[in-house]
């Protein structure tokens, strides 16, 4: 229990215009992890009240810091990330099943990205997601998420929910069936449009 009691946990929620977004989703997968890891539940209220006045209007995000016995909450501005690459990389040993705050995994990861924005991870010759997000394919078909994901996305757990996505099994040569490629996660929407071609997956 020595050990555990060290490890420490991650969420980010989006804030937009002062108010917190898909709060049962976040609270359900802390309390997930708590029972996981601890054997117990967390407690925690986000209050409007709390977000630094600057912060208050337009998107913000909310990164909450956890452990057994202590919570840490900090705000920040959100910008998007521009991304127009991809680079395949593989790492079949990588787990990222709970939210770890240690994200030197991935920082290894990035280091073989070349001249690319980002990764995308293939585990065990499955795609699985970019270093900071979910994706979603798009083909005539509609729209399609990988079965092989590293961490259960709170955003792609609420599209499959609502049925406007699909799981499907993703290789790396597969993505040619694909026309395009959406990177989502708690900060980014389908409607972000946070997108680039399968074409340009090097």
Do not use: W
């Not at 409607?191 to 997956?201: A, F, G, K, R």
Request: charged share 30%; net charge negative.
């Amino acid at each position: 229990m020595k050990e555990k009691e060290h490890i420490l946990f991650s969420e980010v929620v989006k804030v937009l215009d002062g108010k917190y977004l898909d709060m049962s989703y976040h609270l359900a997968r802390m309390d997930k992890t708590m029972h996981a890891f601890f054997n117990t539940s967390i407690h925690i209220e986000l209050r409007e009240e709390d977000i630094p006045k600057e912060l208050q209007l337009g998107l913000t995000k909310c990164r909450i810091l956890y452990s057994c016995d202590d919570i840490k909450i900090e705000y920040e501005r959100y910008n998007f990330k521009g991304i127009k690459t991809l680079k395949l990389v593989k790492d079949n040993a990588i787990n990222y099943a709970y939210k770890y705050a240690n994200r030197g995994r991935f920082d290894h990861l990035l280091d073989k990205k070349g001249e690319c924005d980002d990764i995308l991870i293939i585990k065990n010759g499955l795609i699985t997601d970019t270093s900071f997000t979910n994706i979603v394919l798009e083909n005539e078909d509609g729209l399609f998420t990988p079965t092989s994901y590293l961490l259960e996305g709170t955003k792609r757990r609420a599209l499959l929910e609502t049925g406007r996505i699909k799981e499907t099994i993703v290789k790396p040569e597969d993505l040619g069936n694909y026309s395009k490629l959406y990177l989502i996660n708690a900060m980014i929407t389908l409607e972000d449009n946070i997108s680039i071609p399968t074409s340009s997956v090097i």
